[in-house]
Every structure is written in C-alpha cells, then in structure tokens.
C-alpha cells in the first residue's frame, strides 16, 4: 500500500484527478448556480407582470391596454410577431357622375388618451380622494384576468391582503396547500418585491394601492424537475468530463514515466560484465533526454575505466610473471645440485635483479592507484629552475656511467604545486632521455616563460619514437618495442605517471621525436597554475 504512495506515476495521477475535480466541482457550481438562477428569475419575472396586471386593474389602467400586457406577460419569450400595417384608405373624392367617388370613407376611431384617465390616490393625503372603502368597491377586476393568469405554465392564483392582513380578493388559491401568509412589508419596500418557494409553489410579492399586498404564485414541480434534469445533466458531464480527464491523464503520466522506465530497465541490465548497453533516446523529451545523454556518457566513462582496470590488471600480473618466473628458475637451478660459490652469486644476482623490478613496477603501481584515488596533497610555492637543478645533479652518476652529456638553459620561472610529484615527473623524463640514449649522446633541458606558460623541455638524441606508437605512449604498460624495453628495464607505467601529474597540475604534455634521432618531451604549465585533487 506504502509502495503504491511512493510511485511517481501514482502520485502525479492522484494531483492531476484532484486539482481536476476541484475545477470541475468549482466550474460546474458556478454555472449551476447560474444557471438556477436565471431560471428562477425567468419563472419570478412572469409572476411579476402578472402581479403588476393586477397593480393595474387596481389602479382603474384601461381594459385595453390590461389586454396588452396581459398578452406579453402571457406570451412566450422570443421575438414577437409584428402587426399587420394598417389598411390604407383613401378618401373619395367628387365626380362628374356623383358627389363622391370609390368606397365610403370611414372616420377613425378617437380612443381616450392614456393621461386622460383618471386613477385613484393611494396616498390618502387628500381628503377629497376616495376612500379606502369606496375604493374596494370601484375595483373591477377583468373579466379574462384569471384565464390570463392560467395561461401561464400551471395553473395560476392570486391573493390580495388589505394592510391590516385581511383578504380582500384571492382566485384559484389551490386547496390542497398551506393557504399562504402575508410577507414583512420591509423586505418588499427594500427589494422592491418579494419572492419565496413555498413547498411546491413559487409566489412573487409586491405592494399595491392603498398599501394592499399582491401575491401571484403557481405550482413550480415543472421548474423544478427541469431544476433537476439540469442539476443531473450537469452532474453526469461532470463525471464524463471527469473520466475522460482521468483516462488522459493516466495517459499522459504513464508516457511521461516511459523514458524513465527505459532508463531503469538498461539500467538493471548494466553490470561490470556487460557495459554495452546504452539508453535509446529517441522519443525523449527534451529534460528527459538530457538525462539520458548524461547517463550514457557516465555509461561511456564507466565503460572506458572498467576497460582501464582490466587492461590494467593483465598488464600488470604479465609484468609481475616475468620476474618471478625469473626468480623461480634461478632458485630451482641454485637448488637443483650443488655448485661453487659464483654460481650461486651468479644466481642471486638475477634473483635480485628480477626482486628490483617486481619493486620498480609495485612502486608505479602505488603512485598510479594514488593519483586514481584523488588523494589531498599539499601545494606549495615552487622555483622550477631549482627544483630541475636538483633533479639533473640527481643523475649525474648514470650520466658519467654511459658517457652522456647534459646541457641546460633554465629561465626563473615560480608555480604552485607539489614538490615531490612534480620532481617524480621530471625523474622519469631525465630517466628515459637516458635509457633511451645512444652511447656519447646529449640530453638536453629547458625551462623558460612564454606568454603566461612554463614550457619546460627534456631532449635526447637516442633511437626516437615511431610516429604510430606517439599516440599511445601514455597508456598504461604501453611499450614502443618490447625487446628493447625489457633490456631497457622499463615497467611501461612512467610516461603514465608523468601524464596524470602534468594534468593534475592543470598543464599539458605533447611529444616530438624523429626515429634515430631523438625525441622531445614538452611540458606546458599555466603561471596560475590551478592543482587539480
């Protein structure tokens, strides 16, 4: 159950249906709400003009013009129909046979103007108006009001309270219901009217002459099964949207997963036996394809230094057998009878010969593994001419032993490093400038300041270097020619060591050699050297 919690895709799909049912809930009481409302009001307004076609036979309006609105109050909204234009008469006119000619002329009817009526105050501040009394009897209600009003949706009634709340005129009150009351005058003289749902019922209140209460109210089951049919049409496209929104989202989120899927799976098939695999970054959008790109280029650098570790581990047991089978077969041969006193010198000498290699090579061994393990080393600041100085008087002795000449034009130059790998570095270059040599041979070594760089040179005019092999002169037990380097005596790791130093010291190293006639090893410092541990 925790676990289904902890999946990206569950968890995206579970914000996803929340943040889209709160629009749907949100937008969908909005319209609803809108949506009840303007029906009700469409409902209230009816009732409204009923009740002011009632105001206006209260108040003596003309039977004419109570007909008129009568009509619209009664008729269905849209747009309505235009009269017919009026007939165009024409008058006759005198001709020789008669005093007049075509159809009789008809006067026009003179109807009394709507101002020319006179209606009753209900104010009651004049004396001379009617009384309240007299009023109640001079209202004539027409004759065609309730099938008027029963025109409406429903059958309608109407109910007229006098200011003491007694009944003065009511119709077609149905008798199965709650006979209604009279409503809080302040909420009509606020409001304007006022309007309520009683029971099944819908009734709009309003004020009437002489402070008479109006009420006109029909049966509301229709409005309200309407009410409900739009309640439930919203509610079911609420769930359809709902749905479907669900459905795309665990659409969406399963595609968005996908990449990360492949990531995981090439990842479970990635072991150090099996390093090919590569995540297929096609489809991939562009964030997920970064991480992609990032991971096979990790795969990439993985692949190379598990490479680098075999590679290593076969060089270096193929380096430790030579020895040891060395050491093995002069023991066996030392022990196999026994001899005189040189030849067991002569056999502890190869013996000790192969234990100075199987040391030479486990010392490289050391420094390399160091320098992969990134270990923190003290920085200081470094005279280079010193520090080269010291490492040629270092080789003297091997100078004088195979007859070579050394020459040195060394400029002041200052860096910051460490001391003891950087003179490592230069040991190994002096060493091979003189394994490599030809007898009565010149080394040659040069430091000097160029353009913000520390160029320091080591030359020697030995057998030189294949152009072909150039390229892999740094790599690990890598030799030119195995012959010449065993007798040499060479492990194959110092180039290796001087490469890893010169770039952890943010410099470079480039070599330039001429077959039979030497080569020429170049290191490159920047003056603000930055040492990279």
Same mark, same amino acid.
């Given at each position: ?73 009664? /008729? ?44 009753? &105050? ?41 200011? #003491?709340? /007694?009944?003065? &005129? ?9 006979? @209604? ?5 302040? %909420? *009509? #003289? ?68 996908? @990449? ?6 090439? %990842?479970?098939?990635? /072991?150090? !036996?099996?390093?090919?695999?590569? *995540? ?12 992609? %790109? ?9 692949? =190379? ?43 502890? /000498?190869?013996? =000790?010969?192969? %234990? ?43 100078? #004088? ?22 003179? =490592?570095?230069? #040991? ?11 007898? !009565?041979?010149? *080394? +040659? ?13 080591? +030359? ?36 290796? *060591?001087?490469? =890893? ?30 040492? +990279?541990?």
């Amino acid at each position: 159950m925790f676990k289904l919690f902890r999946s990206l895709r569950w968890r995206l799909q579970s914000w996803h249906a929340i943040i889209l049912c709160l629009v749907i809930v949100v937008f969908g009481s909005l319209l609803h709400w809108e949506m009840v409302r303007a029906h009700w009001d469409r409902v209230d307004d009816e009732l409204l003009g009923a009740a002011r076609l009632l105001e206006g036979a209260m108040n003596a309006v003309p039977s004419t013009v109570l007909e008129a609105m009568a009509k619209d109050v009664t /008729s269905r909204s849209g747009p309505r129909r235009r009269l017919p234009p009026p007939l165009n008469r024409q008058r006759r006119e005198p001709t020789e046979n008669g005093p007049l000619a075509g159809p009789p002329q008809v006067e026009p009817t003179r109807t009394r103007p709507l101002q020319d009526w006179k209606f009753p &105050k209900t104010t009651g501040e004049n004396k001379s108006d009617l009384t309240q009394e007299e009023w109640e009897a001079s209202i004539e209600l027409p004759p065609q009001l309730p099938e008027q009003l029963g025109r409406l949706e429903g059958p309608a009634y109407f109910i007229i309270w006098r200011n #003491d709340g /007694s009944v003065l &005129k009511d119709s077609k009150v149905p008798p199965q219901s709650p006979y @209604p009351t009279n409503p809080v005058s302040t %909420a *009509i #003289d606020r409001d304007r009217y006022a309007r309520q749902q009683r029971g099944s019922y819908r009734e709009v209140f309003i004020r009437g002459p002489f402070e008479t209460t109006i009420c006109v109210g029909r049966p509301a089951l229709g409005e309200q099964a309407k009410v409900n049919s739009m309640t439930w049409t919203l509610t079911l496209a609420g769930l359809s949207v709902m749905g479907v929104g669900l459905v795309g989202g665990w659409w969406t989120s399963k595609r968005a997963i996908e @990449p990360i899927e492949r990531m995981t799976r090439t %990842a479970q098939k990635v /072991s150090g !036996n099996s390093l090919s695999e590569r *995540i297929e970054l096609s489809g991939f959008d562009s964030e997920l394809e970064g991480l992609g %790109a990032s991971l096979n280029t990790m795969l990439d650098r993985l692949g =190379q230094s598990f490479e680098q570790q075999r590679q290593f581990t076969a060089d270096a047991s193929h380096e430790f057998r030579t020895p040891l089978s060395v050491i093995l077969a002069s023991s066996e041969l030392a022990l196999a009878k026994p001899r005189t006193a040189e030849e067991y010198r002569e056999h502890f /000498s190869k013996c =000790q010969r192969a %234990a100075l290699r199987m040391q030479e090579l486990g010392d490289s061994m050391l420094t390399l593994a160091r320098l992969d393990a990134n270990p923190t080393l003290e920085t200081q600041s470094i005279d280079i001419v010193k520090l080269l100085e010291e490492a040629i008087d270092s080789i003297r002795p091997l100078l #004088d032993s195979s007859s070579l000449r050394v020459e040195y034009d060394l400029k002041p130059s200052q860096m910051d490093g460490n001391r003891s790998m950087l003179r =490592q570095a230069i #040991d190994n270059l002096l060493s091979n400038a003189i394994k490599y040599n030809h007898p !009565n041979g010149l *080394i +040659s070594v040069r430091c000097q300041l160029v353009e913000q760089t520390i160029e320091i040179e080591v +030359s020697d005019t030995g057998i030189g270097i294949p152009e072909a092999s150039i390229p892999k002169l740094f790599d690990r037990f890598y030799r030119v020619e195995e012959s010449r380097s065993r007798v040499a005596g060479g492990t194959g790791l110092g180039l290796s *060591i001087v490469e =890893q130093i010169v770039l952890r010291h943010g410099g470079s190293i480039k070599v330039t050699s001429i077959v039979g006639k030497g080569s020429t090893f170049c290191i490159l410092f920047p003056l603000k050297a930055t040492l +990279s541990l």
